[in-house]
């Protein structure tokens, strides 16, 4: 952990001050890198397969891939479309149209676990 901290500091502090674009991308460069770190410790510390963390995590990924399509075709669909609207109703329209299309996505994947997380915010949300 101490020798990511040696890369990811530099990075986002060299990146913040060339601005938001450039952190993003940053971010996702460190991201990319940090990846297969933790896959590889992971394997190694945990003794956990690499097709056991896929098999847990594709439903997620596959639920995060549709849903960063449609925000991507849906902001081009309002930067063609719509060019006068506000700014901050693009933004809660573009959270919207992500948090429907993830819930639904994973939903058709795995209803039993949406099922069971809305169980648990309803109990954590009421208690």
């Known amino acids: 952990m101490f020798a990511q901290l040696l890369y990811y500091i530099p990075s986002y502090f060299i990146a913040a001050q060339l601005g938001l674009v450039i952190f993003v991308y940053v971010?996702?460069?460190?991201?990319?890198?940090?990846?297969?770190?933790?896959?590889?410790?992971?394997?190694?510390?945990?003794?956990?397969?690499?097709?056991?963390?896929?098999?847990?995590?594709?439903?997620?990924?596959l639920a995060v891939l549709a849903m960063g399509i449609c925000i991507v075709l849906v902001k081009r669909g309002i930067a063609t479309a719509?060019?006068?609207?506000?700014?901050?109703?693009?933004?809660?329209?573009?959270?919207a149209v992500g948090v429907s299309v993830y819930v639904v996505t994973l939903w058709l994947l795995d209803s039993s676990f949406v099922v069971q997380n809305i169980q648990l915010i309803r109990r954590a949300v009421l208690s």
């Open 82 to 95: 719509m060019l006068g609207m506000p700014l901050p109703m693009v933004l809660a329209m573009l959270f």
């Open 27 to 61: 971010r996702l460069g460190v991201a990319l890198v940090a990846m297969p770190i933790h896959i590889y410790l992971c394997r190694k510390m945990l003794k956990v397969s690499p097709f056991y963390l896929w098999h847990d995590g594709k439903r997620p990924f």
